[in-house]
């Protein structure tokens, strides 16, 4: 199974990087997790946010694969709990289906990417920086495989 996280933001701290590759590295190899890091547009006094969202959500566009069921990450999506997620996880492995997780910037995304999404799911009713959105899909991507695979990381 191919899976893709389409984040905007590059440059991240320290943190977030060792906390996203802790989580990736412990992924079995049948599984592979791609990030892709979209530079962020560029803030300016007096520039609209719809303009900034407009134009991160065409770099989106250039780099999403083609083929791929696209999740969008969005604190208005649906809540799912953690066996949906590896319920759901199961059925895309089953189905050989790729899969692209896409998270927003700093302003979130542009609505044409929500309304052309297969699903948004939002990873918490808080509103959580998209650094840290990394780190916690990383860690839930790791932590369905394990429910997938009875290994004890998981707890009931």
Same mark, same amino acid.
């Given at each position: 199974?191919?899976?893709?996280?389409l984040?905007?933001?590059?440059k991240?701290?320290?943190?977030?990087?060792t906390?996203?590759?802790?989580?990736?590295?412990?992924?079995?190899?049948?599984?592979?997790?791609?990030?892709?890091e979209i530079k962020?547009? +560029? =803030?300016?006094?007096?520039?609209?946010?719809e303009?900034?969202?407009? $134009?991160?959500?065409?770099?989106?566009r250039?780099?999403?694969?083609?083929?791929?069921?696209?999740?969008?990450?969005?604190? @208005?999506g649906?809540?799912?709990?953690?066996?949906r997620?590896?319920?759901?996880m199961?059925g895309?492995?089953?189905? @050989?289906? $790729?899969?692209?997780? %896409?998270? @927003?910037?700093?302003?979130?995304?542009?609505?044409?990417i929500?309304?052309?999404?297969?699903?948004?799911? $939002? %990873?918490?009713e808080?509103?959580?920086p998209h650094?840290?959105? =990394?780190?916690?899909?990383?860690?839930?991507?790791?932590?369905?495989?394990?429910?997938? +695979?009875?290994?004890p990381?998981?707890?009931?």
């Amino acid at each position: 199974m191919k899976c893709f996280i389409l984040a905007v933001g590059h440059k991240m701290p320290d943190w977030v990087n060792t906390g996203y590759l802790e989580y990736i590295k412990r992924i079995p190899r049948e599984i592979s997790v791609n990030l892709i890091e979209i530079k962020p547009e +560029k =803030r300016a006094v007096g520039k609209p946010i719809e303009q900034l969202l407009w $134009a991160e959500y065409q770099r989106i566009r250039a780099v999403l694969p083609h083929h791929c069921r696209v999740k969008v990450l969005d604190e @208005g999506g649906q809540q799912w709990t953690t066996k949906r997620f590896a319920n759901e996880m199961q059925g895309w492995m089953n189905n @050989g289906d $790729a899969i692209a997780f %896409v998270i @927003g910037g700093a302003d979130g995304l542009h609505s044409d990417i929500k309304h052309t999404t297969n699903e948004l799911i $939002a %990873v918490s009713e808080f509103t959580l920086p998209h650094g840290l959105v =990394r780190v916690v899909l990383a860690e839930q991507l790791y932590r369905a495989i394990s429910i997938l +695979k009875n290994h004890p990381y998981h707890r009931d």
